[in-house]
């Protein structure tokens, strides 16, 4: 993703953020006429555990690291892409059933879970920092 | 996101006002527990003004449904929306919580 991207945004990791961001990025998947389940549930739940995962443990919620958001939006698909400055992860590894009994009552491991119930596509990959990209078609 | 605590009998009713996510979910938690140490031990959480709640929100809650049934207590919640009520099936915390669909019907329940 690159030049062409709707929205390219450096933020301080700061969990305060996140709900400005998801706001920009829903507003412009309503402007590409995304569903409304699409609008109120996938792409705000989903964003908002990308960014919480990439500011408070791929950035190990440092204010003085930063994480950047690029969103390129079309009446085809949204691509959402959070880099953080942190070594990354195992997105197999990570993700864990918190649907199972003894998983049920705890406190953690929901996010990852979401994310790739609500999105079409979860990958994570390298750049200059560890990135996830999130892939959401419009229906 | 607001909080607003109002008390039927003895039960203690918390409207939430907003979306409930990483950034405002210890207010809850530490507003529900601050009742539960001020000796309520009926809690019912009203999401009728919400429109999602991430998973560290969703954390929140089973920790404190945890907390007030370990004091003899309950957590019960009402007016989830269709996208919150998708959230408890797909993490199948509707099988944890009693959910009802109108505050009376939560008020009723208790």
């Known amino acids: 993703m690159a030049s062409n991207a709707a929205l390219d945004i450096r933020i301080p990791s700061d969990v305060q953020q996140i709900e400005g961001i998801v706001a920009q990025v829903v507003h ?4 590409h006429r995304f569903n409304g389940r699409q609008l109120t549930l996938n792409v705000p ?7 919480s995962n990439a500011i408070l443990r791929g950035n190990g919620d440092d204010m003085a690291k930063h994480v950047r958001v690029r969103a390129e939006v079309s009446e085809i698909r949204l691509v959402l892409e959070v880099e953080d400055e942190g070594n990354g992860f195992d997105l197999d590894a990570c993700t864990s059933d918190p649907t199972t009994p003894e998983n049920l009552e705890r406190e953690t491991g929901r996010g990852l879970f979401l994310m790739r119930s609500l999105m079409d596509q979860v990958e994570r990959f390298r750049g200059d920092g560890n990135i996830v990209r999130l892939t959401l078609i419009r229906r | 996101m607001s909080l607003q605590v109002t008390k039927h009998g003895d039960i203690v009713i918390i409207d939430v006002d907003g979306q409930l996510i990483v950034g405002n979910r210890q207010e809850l938690k530490q507003r529900v527990l601050d009742e539960a140490e001020g000796g309520a031990r009926r809690i019912l959480i009203d999401f009728a003004k919400t429109a999602y709640i991430d998973s560290s929100g969703l954390g929140v809650l089973v920790s404190l449904a945890k907390r007030l049934r370990e004091l003899g207590g309950d957590l019960r919640l009402a007016n989830l929306n269709d996208d919150l009520q998708t959230l408890f099936e ?7 919580f009693q959910i009802a669909d109108t505050r009376e019907r939560a008020l009723e329940s208790f």
């Open chain 1, 28 to 31: 412009r998947c309503r402007e």
């Open chain 2, 90 to 96: 797909l993490t199948k915390l509707d099988s944890l």
């Open chain 1, 45 to 51: 739940v989903a964003l908002t555990e990308a960014l």
